[in-house]
């Protein structure tokens, strides 16, 4: 039982507490094939994501995790299921979601193999008993929810000419752009009889103008 002595005193340096995202594997031993079903519910003091789509700090995540003892560490399967907050890439709108990751990742035991041979980068490793799976977490968050959240699959954006959310304005939406050309044109025609004289011709030119402006709008 040394090996557990020694176990406790070195976890005991760090704060080493069963809570949260940090797990203590301790009771779960190190024959391989040992096993425990953990659920749990965290309040995640942080935010978890992206820039635009994230976890909010304070929300309910759901841990359904299977601990394993295997040779080299304890392997962690299960899912991790979390509202989510973003803001839709297309129309700026917030929006509100849930997301599920799945885990299946080793975390080497302290004095394994795995841990001697593996670079930092390569995996997880357990601190003592202790597992921290909000490093795992924030990495399989930034692989699952997306770079460019949307509020609905087939958002509609917004109005490419005036900025208005296309889900509000409605399917019919659109701008009758007038080509500058046709409307000196139409100005032009109007104001010809009067050419001759370029006062009277100024003083009528705008009004028979919006008169013509009138007529087209209500064909
Ligand atoms: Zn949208
Ligand atoms: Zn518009």
Known sequence: MSADTTARSRSGAHRAHDAGFVLDVRSLGRAPGSMRELRRTVTTPE?????????????????????????EG???????????????????????????????ELFAYPDSATDQTASDDEVYRMDDDLIDLEPLIVDQLG?????????????????PECGVRMAIAGSDHGH??????WAGLAKFASGSPGS????????????????????TEEK
């Open 74 to 104: 304890v392997l962690v399967t299960g899912t991790v299921t979390a509202p989510v907050a973003g803001e839709c890439s297309r129309c700026l709108e917030q929006f509100t979601d849930s997301v599920e990751v799945s885990l299946t």
């Open 143 to 159: 692989l699952e929810l997306p770079l460019q959240p949307l509020c609905t699959p087939d958002c509609a954006g917004l109005c």
């Open 47 to 71: 935010r978890l994501g992206l820039d635009l789509i994230a976890v909010p700090a304070g929300s309910e995540v759901e841990l359904d995790l299977r601990l394993q003892a295997v040779s």
């Open 196 to 215: 001759g004289s370029p006062d009277k011709g100024a003083a009528t030119g705008d009004h028979s103008a919006d008169i013509a402006r009138n007529s």
């Open 176 to 181: 009758e752009i007038l080509d500058p050309r």
